[in-house]
């Protein structure tokens, strides 16, 4: 069964503080997708990384791909409020699906 | 990018109607995704739908609750049936092309 799993599932961090929501997933995936949603909105797209070893970098976030572990991470430097949100990832299939994980509800404070 | 244009954007519906979403694209696309967002939870994909044939559902839905028509290469819809509470959710259409975008998404609440 193809599983995506973050962690955490929910994060509250202080403003300026650094962290890292990793995902994980259970089979072989072309592309994988960093998605923010903000409450009552739609999705956002942050970051499509396409090979293993892909690296990309907006403002404080910074999204890295090695595909060998099957693993994802979307890192925050220096969190301020606004980043608060919630993150999905999504490993994109060879049948063209996405499949999304769990989510990381992120809440940035003073 | 590709440009979504979801309706309605939200709407409150009485149990045991249905409901109509509408999906359109400015660019033609070969695949057409849609996607239901429950209370708090993640996305899970209800079917594919290509256009001149059958939608492809996902394991635990069926073509009798989740009818979707795609016309042509730019538009779907996907009809919500004999909606129940359970079916209050937020749902989105997508297209995988050239990238993985998201329609502003309908918010449906059934009371």
């Known amino acids: 069964e193809l599983k995506v799993e973050q962690n955490p599932l929910f994060l509250s961090m202080q403003e300026g503080k650094n962290y890292t929501i990793y995902c994980n997933y259970s089979t072989t995936s072309d592309r994988l997708y960093w998605y923010r949603q903000d409450p009552g909105k739609s999705l956002e797209s942050l970051f499509v990384l396409l090979s293993n070893g892909a690296v990309k970098q907006e403002g404080r976030l910074m999204a890295s791909l090695d595909t060998k572990a099957r693993l994802s991470t979307l890192h925050i430097t220096a969190a301020v409020h606004d980043l608060s949100a919630t993150y999905f990832c999504a490993p994109h299939l060879n049948t063209d699906k996405l499949i999304f994980g769990t989510g990381t509800r992120l809440q940035v404070f003073p | 990018s590709a440009v979504i244009s979801q309706k309605p954007s939200r709407d409150i519906c009485q149990r045991g109607t249905s409901l109509t979403i509408q999906c359109q694209v400015d660019?033609?696309?070969?695949?057409m995704f849609w996607y239901r967002q429950q209370p708090g939870q993640s996305l899970t994909l209800i079917a594919t739908?290509?256009?001149?044939?059958?939608?492809?559902?996902e394991s635990g839905f069926v073509i009798d609750k989740f009818p979707i028509s795609r016309p042509n290469l730019t538009f779907s819809t996907l009809t919500v049936s004999n909606m129940s509470p359970e079916d209050s959710s937020i749902y989105l259409c997508?297209?995988?092309?050239?990238?993985?975008?998201f329609g502003q998404g309908t918010r449906l609440t059934v009371v």
């Open positions: 660019s033609q696309v070969t695949m």
């Open positions: 997508s297209v995988d092309w050239p990238e993985a975008f």
């Open positions: 739908a290509n256009q001149g044939s059958e939608a492809t559902y």
